[in-house]
């Protein structure tokens, strides 16, 4: 039994490895326009503001507070807010309106940057708002180059089970999975 787990478990890191290749190939949208989103007082904030003193940037695309798991996702990335933000620029946007992305943001306590791309083309552009008032979550990567050009690298939708939670591993070890279970904003 340990042989064929540790054969699949081997299996599975090589499929990861050509899942983000495929990501990367799939996400490349070559250069960007340096889209304008707004913080959580209502300001313009340029994508390229974005990176700070990194060359790369990670944004989860969140659905905003009427999301149960969009808030487990920005939860979880709490205790990782520090360590993504030390190899690259990291934040999450929102599709609720600035003053209800901030209050929920602070609501949960979330270390990180949130803005707001309420009325910015910048989700429907990456995917991620395929019809008005239907965003839907993941992320998106991006690369600054020498020159200040943007570049998409990657992207990947978010979804129960994905690798992006880092509760799913832990309940598919469970007898019955996850079952019924569903995400709640308070326990």
Known sequence: MEHELKKLEDELSEVRSRLDRAR?????????????????????VRLSELFGDKQDLIVVHNMGRKCAYCTLWADGFAGFAAHLSDRA??????ADEPAVA???????????RVLSGHGSPFARDMGYQ???DQPMPGASTFHRAADGSI???STAPFGPGDS???IWPFF???KDGPGSWVPKYAY
């Open 151 to 153: 570049e998409r690298v």
């Open 172 to 174: 598919d070890m469970l």
């Open 102 to 112: 901030k209050e929920f943001a602070t609501s949960r306590k979330w270390p990180f």
């Open 130 to 132: 395929p019809a008005p």
């Open 164 to 166: 992006f939670c880092a």
């Open 89 to 94: 620029g990291f934040v999450l946007c929102s």
């Open 24 to 44: 990367r190939r799939a996400g490349a949208k070559g250069g960007v326009t340096d889209y304008t989103l707004k913080s959580l007082d209502g300001r313009d």
